[in-house]
């Protein structure tokens, strides 16, 4: 017997992180032993019942977790029509795996690809508090670049507050700063320096937990381990 959540079970199996699954699943997408279900946090036998995703049996996958250096200009999607590139023309056809978070399109550096649905809700969800941390480059007053560790209001509500750390002086009242998120908020740096009249002139992110972008070329991705990541 081999008892799980069937959430959980969807998400070791690469469809989508748990929080997603139960959406599929309330949808009334997800199937066991042919019958349709709809109800969430429902048990099943991974190695006897029968599990079904739009009609097509689900099989648990192998792990796999791709440490990814965004370059600038790619989406951070496997599908865009609109999209000169997306992270899905860097991978192999075959491997059936996803971006965790997003970079915007201007943006580059270390990006997760995986099937571990359960990894990716525990990097991605603001209540498990993982470090995220930005290389920037900006432009503009040193104080109020130190503002940036202050809470703002983004979507209603109030930002955790942000680590920031100067780390060069650079010619043109320019800075290489270091800004490091417990959450992301949709295109939170940009937006935040918009607010206090700072220009932008490079976001790269250099580290997802524990791990590190280090040198790894721009297009280039390895494999690692959840344990690389989070402890």
Do not use: W
Not at 139 to 151: L, S
Not at 154 to 173: A, F, M, R, W, Y
């Amino acid at each position: 017997m081999a008892k799980e959540r069937l959430n959980k079970f969807l998400a070791s199996a690469g469809i989508a992180s748990r929080r997603k699954a139960d959406e599929l699943i309330a949808a009334g997408l997800v199937s066991i032993n042919g019958k349709v279900v709809h109800e969430l946090g429902i048990t099943i036998d991974s190695e006897m019942d029968i599990i079904k995703f739009r009609g097509k049996i689900v099989k648990p996958e192998s792990e796999v977790i791709y440490a990814f250096n965004k370059p600038v200009g790619v989406t951070s999607t496997l599908s865009d029509k609109h999209a000169e590139k997306t992270i899905a023309d860097f991978f192999p056809k075959d491997i059936r795996v996803y971006p965790v978070g997003r970079l915007d399109k201007d943006s580059c550096g270390l990006i997760l690809v995986t099937n571990n649905g359960e990894l990716a809700n525990k990097l991605t969800h603001p209540r498990y508090e993982h470090e995220k941390e930005y290389e920037v480059i900006l432009k503009g007053d040193e104080k109020k670049i130190e503002q940036f560790a202050r809470p703002v209001k983004l979507d209603g509500s109030l930002t955790q507050p942000i680590k920031v750390k100067i780390i060069e002086k650079l010619t043109g009242n320019r800075y290489v700063v270091s800004l490091t998120l417990k959450e992301g908020r949709k295109r939170q740096i940009r937006r935040i320096a918009e607010m206090l009249h700072l220009q932008i002139q490079e976001l790269k992110r250099i580290r997802i937990g524990k791990l590190r972008l280090r040198d790894l070329a721009p297009g280039q991705y390895i494999t690692v381990n959840a344990r690389d990541i989070i402890t």
